[in-house]
């Protein structure tokens, strides 16, 4: 009797084992396929960044909590251009060029977001305008190597505007909007001085 209760409780504790691990692995799986589906969510397809959805949640943040920060608005020149005479795969590419540019610039100052098929919004937290506009310059270097080293049909031009966030009494929605007005002047600006 006493071996059968041994062998018996032995076989309830393996059982017992395998169930939990199983248990485990289910939860764990589980948890990668909601982090892959936040991620998914939330990460535009084409060009890895955060895309419209993740923005809108930065604003209600923003809304909520008041920081000090920069919007900046940033918008690919041409773009339509070249998907029409060269294709959307010469599209994507310039899009693709844009967003690690901008991403890359941004670095450690801003967290951008793709919100349209040619338009990006950097927001940055915990730095001056020297440090936008010393991203900015980067930027601008960036694109001058990537056209230099891509040599695309039509260089690539990322228009820019800016605009803080600076006090309790300002609004979101102005600040973006002054960030829009802005980057819309300079890409006047840039296709006046690019004839094309």
């Known amino acids: 009797a006493s071996f059968f209760t041994r062998v018996g409780v032995l076989t309830f504790i393996l ?3 395998l169930h939990l691990m199983k248990e485990r692995t289910r939860i764990a799986v589980e948890r990668g396929q909601a982090a892959l589906m936040k991620k998914m969510a939330y990460t535009d397809g084409l060009t890895e960044l955060a ?8 604003e209600d943040e923003i809304r909520r909590k008041r920081p000090d920060c920069t919007i900046i608005q940033l918008d690919i020149n041409f773009l339509k251009k ?23 610039s941004f670095d ?6 793709r919100t349209g098929g040619d338009e990006f919004i950097v927001v940055a937290q915990g730095c001056g305008e020297a440090d936008i506009v010393k991203a900015l310059e980067n930027m601008e270097n960036a694109v001058s190597a990537y056209n230099d080293a891509e040599d695309p049909p039509v260089p690539l031009q990322i228009a820019y ?4 966030l ?11 909007k ?4 802005r980057m ?5 600006l840039m296709k006046a001085h690019s004839g094309q």
């Open 15 to 17: 059982l017992m084992g």
């Open 51 to 58: 895309n419209r959805a993740a923005f809108h949640l930065k």
């Open 82 to 104: 070249v998907n029409d005479v060269y294709g959307h795969a010469e599209g994507d590419r310039h899009i693709i060029g844009a967003a690690r540019i901008i991403r890359d």
């Open 108 to 113: 450690g100052i801003g967290i951008c977001y």
């Open 161 to 164: 505007g800016y605009a803080s």
């Open 166 to 176: 600076s006090n309790q009494s300002d609004v979101l929605e102005e600040t973006e």
């Open 178 to 181: 002054l960030a829009d007005q």
């Open 184 to 188: 819309y002047e300079k890409k006047k």
